[in-house]
């Protein structure tokens, strides 16, 4: 099977110690309430990294450190600033209301919150006020990508100590054990890509389609990338839920998810209203197969039209 061919090798890569994210620090951050671990409001540093998010003092001691590990969920709200006169709140409305909103600086601070929950099932709901508008959302994109990791990761290991495999093969699931298997890699299929917006709806059914139908054969063989892990990154970066991305910015997400292997693709509508696909199985960073292209039989569904993508680029 040419699927099984590339999911040994990527399989072969994930066995590489992945680059972590550099740290990234977010400066003028104030701890308010919520863990029982800090008695009092203090400002500090805000660091977050691929292990933890900890808020520092000058010297980078930390103050408070929490776990990507122990975090459930962020949000953030806004909060009044009460020093603001009733002139600068009316000039600022006076802003927003003329779309220049952006210039009116001050008069309100973000909070940011995470709800968190230990090992041992403690829950804890952490506040945080930001003193720079812009940074909170910089601050969840990069909590929300560190949690979206830990969640794949941890999947994957999950997936790969409770299942065995042939030595020398990916898992397919078997029982009898011949060694300690191997991680299953992890395989982004991204909706192909279209230059027409009218056949985006189509584009999606038939991705969720392939994305199903190689789940279905390859088992835990490979850790699929659901729908939703997809949406949920794409609109981390603010583009839309099932997004159709040309092969560059299909790259970047499944670097994103920390895919190994993509499966994206082209398509284009014929004149009698059916579909042609083009679409290849690439180890990210890595080597591309040769494409397949699959062309849309008369009366058949979409759904069908996928599995049977799917079924071209497993080989024979």
Same mark, same amino acid.
């Given at each position: 099977? !040419?699927?099984?061919?590339?999911?040994?090798?990527?399989?072969?890569?994930?066995?590489?110690?992945?680059?972590?994210?550099?740290?990234?620090?977010?400066?003028?951050?104030?701890?308010?309430?919520?863990?029982?671990?800090?008695?009092?409001?203090?400002?500090?540093?805000?660091?977050?990294?691929?292990?933890? =998010? !900890?808020?520092?003092?000058?010297?980078?001691?930390?103050?408070?450190?929490?776990?990507?590990?122990?975090?459930?969920?962020?949000?953030? /709200?806004?909060?009044? #600033?009460?020093?603001?006169?009733?002139?600068?709140?009316?000039?600022?409305?006076?802003?927003?209301?003329?779309?220049?909103?952006?210039?009116?600086?001050?008069?309100?601070?973000?909070?940011?919150?995470?709800?968190?929950?230990?090992?041992?099932?403690?829950?804890? =709901?952490?506040?945080?006020?930001?003193?720079?508008?812009?940074?909170?959302?910089?601050?969840?994109?990069?909590?929300?990508?560190?949690?979206?990791?830990?969640?794949?990761?941890?999947?994957?290991?999950?997936?790969?100590?409770? &299942?065995?495999?042939?030595?020398?093969?990916?898992?397919?699931?078997? /029982?009898?054990?011949?060694?300690?298997?191997?991680?299953?890699?992890?395989?982004?299929?991204?909706?192909?890509?279209?230059?027409?917006?009218? #056949?985006?709806?189509?584009?999606?059914?038939?991705?969720?389609?392939? !994305?199903?139908?190689?789940?279905?054969?390859?088992?835990?063989?490979?850790?699929?990338?659901?729908?939703?892990?997809?949406?949920?990154?794409?609109?981390?970066?603010?583009?839309?839920? #099932?997004?159709?991305? #040309?092969?560059?910015?299909?790259?970047?997400?499944?670097?994103?998810?920390?895919?190994?292997?993509?499966?994206?693709?082209?398509?284009?509508?014929?004149?009698?209203?059916?579909?042609?696909?083009?679409?290849?199985?690439?180890?990210?960073?890595?080597?591309?197969?040769?494409? =397949?292209?699959?062309?849309?039989?008369?009366?058949?569904?979409? /759904? &069908?039209?996928?599995? !049977?993508?799917?079924?071209?680029?497993?080989?024979?």
């Amino acid at each position: 099977m !040419r699927l099984i061919i590339w999911l040994v090798l990527a399989a072969l890569l994930v066995t590489t110690p992945v680059v972590a994210q550099v740290d990234t620090a977010f400066k003028n951050v104030e701890y308010l309430t919520g863990t029982s671990r800090m008695q009092k409001k203090t400002k500090g540093t805000l660091i977050v990294s691929s292990i933890d =998010v !900890r808020l520092v003092d000058k010297k980078g001691a930390p103050y408070l450190v929490i776990p990507i590990a122990d975090i459930q969920s962020t949000n953030d /709200t806004q909060v009044a #600033d009460a020093n603001a006169s009733v002139a600068n709140k009316a000039k600022k409305g006076l802003l927003q209301r003329s779309g220049l909103g952006f210039l009116s600086g001050g008069g309100s601070k973000q909070k940011l919150i995470l709800s968190t929950k230990t090992s041992t099932g403690v829950e804890e =709901v952490i506040e945080f006020q930001i003193h720079e508008q812009e940074a909170v959302r910089q601050i969840q994109a990069r909590i929300n990508s560190e949690v979206n990791i830990y969640k794949m990761t941890s999947r994957a290991a999950g997936s790969a100590s409770a &299942d065995t495999g042939v030595s020398g093969a990916v898992p397919t699931g078997s /029982t009898d054990s011949a060694g300690p298997p191997p991680v299953a890699p992890h395989l982004l299929v991204t909706n192909p890509f279209t230059s027409a917006a009218r #056949d985006s709806a189509a584009a999606i059914q038939v991705g969720s389609a392939i !994305r199903a139908a190689i789940q279905n054969f390859m088992g835990s063989g490979v850790q699929v990338v659901t729908q939703e892990q997809m949406n949920a990154a794409l609109q981390l970066y603010g583009y839309p839920a #099932d997004a159709v991305l #040309d092969s560059s910015l299909a790259v970047t997400l499944a670097k994103t998810v920390q895919a190994s292997v993509l499966v994206a693709g082209t398509m284009t509508k014929a004149n009698s209203g059916t579909y042609t696909v083009t679409a290849r199985l690439t180890v990210v960073d890595g080597e591309a197969s040769t494409p =397949v292209t699959v062309v849309q039989q008369a009366d058949e569904s979409l /759904t &069908d039209f996928g599995r !049977r993508i799917a079924e071209k680029l497993k080989g024979p």
